[in-house]
């Protein structure tokens, strides 16, 4: 009588059950993208950092600082971005280990180097590249980010010219349209041109309107000087707004200016730094080089003694 097959037996004799698949986790939006296609690496995987050592940055950054993808204009910083990607990738340091970098990879990587100098938090950079690695990465992410912060900088001044032009024609029309109703006709150009004296012209200080009665006529009629003090009101607003925005961008550029000089004079006084200690190396050779000759000509002096006494 054969033996019961055990449960357990029975259960692998049966169709194997279908294993649940995971959903997939989606990749934080900051985590390096994995590289697909003919150039992947085997080893690669997310969150793996492409741009290791502070030479890889440099080389990196040099090619950001060839492309300058936020200058390309309209629609094309995407593909500057791709251009970046592309050169990076052609490089032998990358080239050699299969290394296909993405555009989002880049722009993000770059953003974050900038970030992170801009705090001052380059101690790991420093130990993971000699002191001229080290040197040329700050010189690049200084005028990269110089660069970078000019471009906002001009930007942002034109978009606030447009806002403080728009603001000056609406209160100038609001004005003119005001002036219209009591009688007075002010052309936009003068009111644009010299809008305060026009103001004091028609109103006094209480925002009175000091237009009078023609004779033989009714007089104007008469206009709620609310309605001109608003307009007069909104115009100052919009010029101190902008005076303030200038003196804001005025403030970041001296700031970064001052960041550069900071730089510069760091840089200076470390090329001095190396200069003397090559000053003091080439003297200790110097000493080094005299002391061994003079050993030499003692020890021939010693060995021409040594041969005069044998001679006799």
Same mark, same amino acid.
């Given at each position: 009588m054969s033996e019961p097959i055990p449960e357990a037996a029975n259960v692998g004799a049966s169709a194997p059950a279908q294993a649940e698949v995971p959903e997939p986790v989606p990749a934080p939006a900051d985590a390096d993208p994995v590289i697909t296609g003919e150039r992947a690496a085997p080893e690669a995987r997310r969150g793996e950092a492409f741009i290791q050592t502070t030479a890889e940055q440099v080389l990196f950054l040099k090619q950001v600082d060839l492309f300058l993808p936020w200058e390309a204009g309209h629609g &094309?910083?995407? #593909? +500057?971005? $791709?251009?970046?990607?592309s050169s990076t990738s052609e490089l032998s340091v990358f080239k050699d280990r299969n290394i296909a970098l993405t555009p989002d990879y880049c722009r993000t990587k770059f953003l974050r180097m900038i970030e992170k100098w801009e705090k001052e938090d380059t101690a790991d950079d420093k130990e993971s590249g000699g002191s001229s690695d080290f040197e040329d990465l700050q010189e690049l992410l200084t005028q990269l980010s110089g660069k970078l912060e000019e471009f906002k900088l001009a930007k942002g001044e034109k978009v606030?010219?447009? &806002?403080?032009? #728009? +603001?000056? $024609?609406k209160q100038a029309g609001a004005f003119v349209r005001a002036q219209a109703m009591i009688g007075k006709r002010t052309r936009v150009e003068d009111v644009e041109d010299a809008f305060v004296d026009v103001v004091d012209d028609t109103l006094d200080l209480t925002g009175t309107a000091l237009a009078t009665p023609q004779s033989g006529k009714k007089g104007p009629k008469s206009v709620e000087h609310v309605d001109l003090v608003s307009c007069l009101g909104g115009y100052m607003?919009?010029?101190?707004?902008?005076?303030?925005?200038?003196?804001r961008l005025d403030e970041r550029r001296l700031g970064l200016?001052?960041?550069r000089i900071a730089i510069e004079e760091e840089k200076t006084r470390q090329e001095q730094k190396d200069r003397q200690l090559d000053r003091e190396e080439r003297a200790?050779?110097?000493?080094?080089?005299?002391?061994?000759?003079?050993?030499?000509l003692e020890t021939q002096r010693e060995i021409m003694r040594s041969r005069e006494r044998s001679m006799f």
């Open positions: &094309k910083v995407t #593909k +500057a971005w $791709e251009d970046v990607a606030e010219q447009g &806002k403080t032009k #728009k +603001a000056k $024609e607003q919009a010029m101190e707004a902008a005076s303030k925005d200038k003196l200016d001052e960041r200790a050779n110097t000493a080094l080089m005299h002391d061994t000759m003079k050993a030499l």
